[in-house]
């Protein structure tokens, strides 16, 4: 074996059940070297990983560590054999600061001296380029700060070989490119380093090979200075698609949403939206960039009805179909019953938009169970409508009472889309509609927006890759605190402009 290779997977078959989520699976990851691993929703890339991390345990195959055979059995194994993961959702513990969540769990040994700990800790910082401030609580911590933490405690523990699985989805730009930066350094230092992501500008940006999985199955290893995005995306998906986002130019727009001092203080007595001001027009998307917690996903819940507004707040709904109407004071259930066409997709699809347990017709009859006549149930209409969802937007299930939380998480979020669109928003309102979806599902989201605007919708969009949002928008509001700190023009704003509107309030707001 190569004395570079620092991982080699060997026929690795893992299933759950009837579903096979990896098959005979072989490739290899090298020390020096950043591996971006690429693949669909389903496509067994986490699988993997987590059975180099320890969660699961594979059915068959070999997993060879530096030469040596080695049996994963559980974290505690993958530690000892210097393999750290980085996971999407941070493992922390909130009241805690950060030095005591580095030492957390080891042996008492390992954390009663906090003054050595400190010290090897700041030995970590200063070598790959961290900044961390060892005695803040993680409930003061930004997104992007617990994920650093998240690397040292496993750099810490002495990893060699670090997994991080998603690990610029809620980043800002600036925030990224620091992220980049300490990953050259801990690879030129020898760690081997796999990123599980769907944006392929950052594979080709930090990768040096790409490793692709298609359905379960391993579809080969390229270095990504001899490939490019198209070529990455084709052996993903298995066929050619277009790379392109549609900005189409609708010349009418007529005023749809007028939102004045809008504000929402939450359970903490937080001003989680603090005085917002915009008009939102028809045949325009409107896109909504902020850091994680800027109260992107509260400004959507409030237009809707699902928070409540501070005196003082106006949402003014214009409609040439029902007139002129203040949102804010009714439900979301007073808005349907005043037949006012306004759609949202909430970031928790299976908690906030979807019933889990239910199939796809179902959860269509969710939002029309009240339009019968009579007091029985009609199942024919939302029938028609899930049929029509189905087949429009390629919803892959068993069959349409299957329960949806057993599909994937691009075939849950066509489900809800499509409910959403079909019943003619004149309003349509997304929040990180593609959060985890992989790009042939995301680029569908993205034309069935576009393809609303021009038919006269006004769009939302709350996203997270900048990329995305400034090639989809027509203009671009940037939160930060709460506060909107610049609505710019999308086919004139660039990643830097929006990433310091983002994370630097200007002067006097």
């Known amino acids: ?41 389903g496509s067994g890339k986490t ?33 000892a054999l210097g393999i750290g993961m980085i996971h999407q959702h941070y493992k922390l513990i909130d009241v805690f600061s950060a030095l005591e969540n580095i030492v957390l769990g080891l042996k008492a040994e390992g954390k009663k001296d906090l003054s050595m700990a400190r010290e090897k800790v700041s ?19 930004t997104v992007s700060q617990k994920q650093t933490l998240e690397i040292i405690k496993v750099l810490y523990r002495g990893a060699d070989i670090l997994i991080l699985d998603e690990p610029t989805a809620v980043l800002t730009p600036q925030e990224t490119a620091r992220l980049f930066n300490i990953l050259r350094n801990m690879r030129d230092d020898g760690k081997a380093i796999v990123i599980i992501t769907h944006k392929l500008n950052e594979v080709m940006e930090i990768s040096d090979r790409v490793t692709i999985l298609r359905k379960g199955q391993y579809i080969g290893t390229v270095n990504t200075a001899e490939t490019n995005p198209q070529q990455l995306t084709e052996m993903m998906v298995g066929e ?48 909504i960039a902020g850091i994680s917690g800027s109260g992107q996903k509260e400004l959507l819940e409030a237009i809707m009805g699902l928070q409540k507004c501070e005196p003082g707040s106006s949402v003014v ?84 009472e299957y329960p949806l939380r057993k599909l994937s998480g691009g075939n849950v979020q066509k489900v809800l889309v499509g409910r959403e669109i079909n019943n003619k928003p004149t309003v349509l309102m997304t929040a990180y509609a593609v959060r985890g979806l992989d790009i042939n599902t995301s680029y569908a989201i993205y034309n069935l927006l ?47 402009e929006v990433g310091l509107l983002m994370t630097h309030l200007k002067e006097g707001e």
């Open 317 to 400: 709904y214009y409609s040439t179909a029902h007139g002129v109407h203040e949102l804010v004071g009714l439900s979301t259930q007073e808005i349907i019953q005043h037949g006012l066409h306004l759609a949202f997709v909430p970031e928790d699809r299976l908690g906030m938009g979807l019933v889990g347990n239910m199939g796809m017709t179902d959860n269509v009859m969710l939002k029309r169970y009240r339009k019968g006549p009579g007091p029985f149930l009609h199942r024919e209409q939302p029938h028609q409508t899930a049929v029509k969802i189905k087949e429009e937007l390629d919803v892959q299930t068993p069959d349409l």
């Open 47 to 79: 699988t993997i990983m987590n059975m180099l991390a320890g969660i699961y345990y594979p059915d068959s195959g070999e997993i060879y560590v530096n030469g040596n055979l080695v049996s994963i059995k559980d974290p505690k194994d993958a530690y």
């Open 450 to 496: 576009n393809e609303q605007k021009k038919r006269g919708v006004a769009v939302v969009y709350v996203g997270e890759d900048l990329d995305v949002l400034l090639a989809l928008s027509d203009r671009i509001m940037v939160l930060c605190n709460g506060k909107v700190n610049g609505i710019l023009d999308g086919r004139t704003a660039n990643k830097e």
């Open 240 to 287: 050619k698609i277009t790379l392109d986002i549609k900005r189409d130019l609708v010349e009418e727009k007529n005023l749809r949403l007028e939102v004045k001092n809008l504000t929402v203080i939450n359970n903490e007595n937080k001003r989680v939206v603090d005085d917002v001001t915009f008009n939102l027009y028809s045949g325009e998307v409107l896109g």
């Open 123 to 141: 030995e970590i910082c200063s070598k790959y380029g961290f900044e961390m401030d060892l005695d803040m609580k993680v409930y003061d911590m």
């Open 1 to 41: 074996m190569d004395n570079n290779c620092a991982v080699q997977l060997t026929n690795i078959t893992k299933s759950f059940g009837p579903v096979v989520a990896n098959e005979n699976v072989s490739f290899d990851i090298r020390k020096h070297e950043v591996l971006a691993l690429l693949g669909e929703n």
